[in-house]
């Protein structure tokens, strides 16, 4: 079962990096970027809405999605995009721990001719990256992805976030291996982008949790290590308002919405 998360909306993240934020998705400019991190509260249908409009405007040559793993992103490519239904039966999406396919279909269908690719990193490599680390599980490449060690204090940051995004109830020995799963995640999920713009020539655009697009340890790292002449944006959203740090807020741009309707995500863990 895919880790509960607590949306991102309720954690604020410290960076270095200032944030402007933005009314509107229609005001996001990223200007000649080559990388567009669009993230997300990943259950809020407006973030979603907005990632859809973004995409219009942008006129992507590729999307990345963190959801999607590369054969499921070959089955979208192979398929007419109009029937939302029928996509979400061929790629199972109701066994895929993911919230309501039509928030993500409607996304894919905004740009019905731009190509798919599928980031997702298989339940195997991310308990391999638990118990042996990021940067083992990664293999060859990894130090050129940045997969070294972190420093003490953003490593017992990442912990702490995890903690709190698992509502407290992590046992401390685990939180170790939940950071290496991420990193992996980022890792990846940044491998393939990169294999996207290769091979389209770019802009690409990913569709991503807002940890994954945050800049100071998301995804942007993982990226410019890799490839630091490739020019990043990335677009948080999120639920609430940063009122009392907005400078702090570690993505390009920002906007704040409505909040979801949920059910409390940390009952899970009080019936355990």
């Known amino acids: 079962m895919r880790p509960l998360l607590i949306p991102f909306s309720l954690v604020l993240f410290a960076s270095q990096v200032p944030a402007a934020e933005i009314e509107s998705v229609d005001a996001f400019d990223p200007g000649a970027a080559d990388v567009i991190l669009l993230g997300e509260v990943h259950d809020n249908p407006a973030h979603h ?70 980031a997702a990193v298989p339940r195997s490599d991310l308990s391999e990256a638990i118990g042996q680390g990021a940067a083992a599980t990664f293999g060859d490449g990894a130090e050129t992805f940045g997969l070294v060690p972190l420093p003490e204090a953003e490593q017992a940051e990442r ?74 944006v990335t677009l948080g959203q999120f639920e609430a308002p940063f009122a009392e740090a907005p400078d702090l807020v570690p993505h390009d741009t920002w906007i704040v919405t409505e909040p979801a309707e949920r059910e409390d995500p940390c009952a899970v863990f009080e019936k355990g």
């Open 49 to 118: 809405r907005n990632q859809a409009r973004a995409v219009v405007d942008l006129a992507p040559s590729a999307l990345v999605f963190e959801m999607l793993s590369e054969d499921k992103a070959r089955i979208v490519n192979g398929m007419e995009r109009d029937d939302a239904r029928a996509m979400a039966e061929a790629l199972d999406w109701k066994h895929s721990g993911w919230p309501d396919f039509s928030m993500y279909h409607e996304i894919i269908a905004a740009v019905p001719d731009t190509p798919v690719y599928g």
């Open 159 to 232: 912990e702490a976030l995890q903690m709190e995004a698992h509502c407290n109830a992590l046992p401390e020995e685990m939180l170790p291996g939940m950071v290496e799963a991420q990193r992996l995640r980022d890792a990846r999920f940044s491998e393939t982008t990169l294999a996207a713009l290769r091979e389209t020539g770019g802009p690409v655009v990913v569709i991503t949790g807002n940890g994954h697009a945050r800049r100071d340890w998301g995804m942007p790292h993982y990226l410019a290590a890799a490839a630091p002449d490739v020019q990043v």
